[in-house]
């Protein structure tokens, strides 16, 4: 989304704000044998606190309030009685709307001692988010995010999910969350002509 004043970024940064607090509440409250539904009712009490609504159910009637994955589950699981285990990888994804602004953010954890090999993943990931971040920036093309992602996954031994990645973020009103400037997390054969400016709003995904 672009955003139109001081205030609509006040408010976009109040959004990102209760995000930040329940996803660090959900952290907290992880330990082997809580069930990711206790982990949603967690980070739903914080939202409800602030005043927030989930977007996912707002917009998409999602039977959750937060998207929370286990291990083999990439993204977006829905809570349950499954429960977290010593060894998991524990994906949070945190989606509100706020006074008309949508905000999203994702963090994994792992749980206790990791695989070597998710050790691995992990590092790789956070290679690959601070040097997309450093193209997601005004005057750069969208695309350009994509390219460095993918050769810092591929040359640490691992590959994108390809039908995953950013987007923009939007308003309340806005027929998806996801609205308008997909970012992908793979190097595009057609690099994308739209170019970044100041004033907008991404969501780039850490696909772990």
């Known amino acids: 989304m672009s955003i139109n004043g001081p205030e609509e970024l006040a408010g976009m940064r109040a959004a990102g704000a209760i995000v930040r607090r329940m996803l660090e509440a959900m952290k907290k409250a992880v330990r082997p044998g809580v069930t990711t539904a206790q982990l949603d009712e967690v980070g739903a009490a914080v939202m409800r606190e602030?005043?927030?609504?989930?977007?996912?159910?707002?917009?998409?009637?999602?039977p959750g309030v937060n998207c929370i994955s286990l291990n083999d589950e990439a993204?977006?699981?829905?809570?349950?009685?499954?429960?977290?285990q010593n060894g998991d990888l524990l994906k949070l994804d945190v989606t509100?709307?706020?006074?008309?602004f949508m905000a999203d953010a994702a963090?994994?954890?792992?749980?206790?001692?990791?695989?070597?090999?998710?050790?691995?993943l992990i590092a790789c990931v956070e290679r690959a988010f601070s040097k997309a971040m450093l193209v997601a920036r005004a005057g750069f093309r969208v695309s350009e995010i994509g390219r460095v992602v993918e050769r810092e996954v591929r040359r640490s031994g691992f590959s994108v999910i390809r039908d995953l990645g950013g987007h923009g973020d939007s308003r309340?009103?806005?027929?998806?969350?996801?609205?308008?400037?997909?970012?992908?997390?793979?190097?595009?054969?057609?690099?994308?002509?739209?170019?970044?400016?100041?004033?907008?709003?991404?969501?780039?995904?850490?696909?772990?």
């Not at 509100?96 to 008309?100: C, L, N, Q």
């Open 50 to 62: 602030h005043g927030a609504q989930s977007a996912p159910q707002l917009v998409y009637k999602f």
């Open 75 to 84: 993204v977006h699981g829905i809570p349950g009685e499954r429960t977290v």
């Open 96 to 100: 509100i709307e706020k006074d008309g």
């Open 107 to 120: 963090e994994t954890v792992a749980i206790g001692e990791v695989s070597e090999e998710n050790q691995r």
């Open 172 to 208: 309340r009103g806005d027929v998806e969350i996801q609205r308008r400037c997909p970012v992908r997390h793979a190097d595009q054969q057609q690099r994308g002509q739209l170019i970044l400016h100041a004033g907008r709003g991404q969501h780039l995904v850490r696909s772990r």
